[in-house]
């Protein structure tokens, strides 16, 4: 069963910006794209920036902050080469707060 957490009040995020969320054992980068909410990795692939750091460019696209590489808020797509993705998280409202499904655990993770 899928489980949601808050991370932020709605209007905390200004338009066209991110922030970064700790969601279970995640780092979860959360954007506010025209007053809709979105929830990607926060991790950038290239090098691990921090995605929620990026500002949205004019389609909506986040870009990384260190060499501008750049991810689809919605589904995570790379847009550099959009045969690849990175993870994107469910997220919903509820009253006035922004709640991201907790992402299971990366498959390359490894226990100890
Ligand atoms: S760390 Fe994100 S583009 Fe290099």
Same mark, same amino acid.
């Given at each position: 069963?899928?489980?949601?957490?808050?991370?932020?009040?709605?209007?905390?995020?200004?338009?066209?910006?991110?922030?970064?969320?700790?969601?279970?054992?995640?780092?979860?980068?959360?954007?506010?794209?025209?007053?809709?909410?979105?929830?990607?990795?926060?991790?950038?692939?290239?090098?691990?920036?921090?995605?929620?750091?990026?500002?949205?460019?004019?389609?909506?696209?986040? #870009?990384?902050?260190?060499?501008?590489?750049?991810?689809?808020?919605?589904?995570?797509?790379?847009?550099?080469?959009?045969?690849?993705? #990175?993870?994107?998280?469910?997220?919903? #409202?509820?009253?006035?707060?922004?709640?991201?499904? #907790?992402?299971?655990?990366?498959?390359?993770?490894?226990?100890?």
């Amino acid at each position: 069963m899928s489980k949601f957490v808050t991370v932020a009040k709605v209007g905390t995020i200004p338009e066209g910006q991110g922030a970064t969320f700790p969601v279970g054992d995640r780092l979860v980068a959360v954007f506010n794209k025209g007053g809709t909410y979105y929830a990607i990795d926060d991790l950038c692939p290239h090098m691990g920036a921090s995605l929620g750091a990026g500002q949205l460019d004019e389609d909506g696209a986040v #870009i990384c902050p260190w060499h501008d590489w750049r991810f689809g808020v919605c589904d995570g797509t790379w847009l550099d080469n959009p045969r690849l993705k #990175i993870d994107a998280f469910a997220l919903r #409202i509820e009253g006035d707060e922004i709640q991201v499904e #907790i992402p299971p655990k990366k498959a390359t993770d490894s226990e100890g």
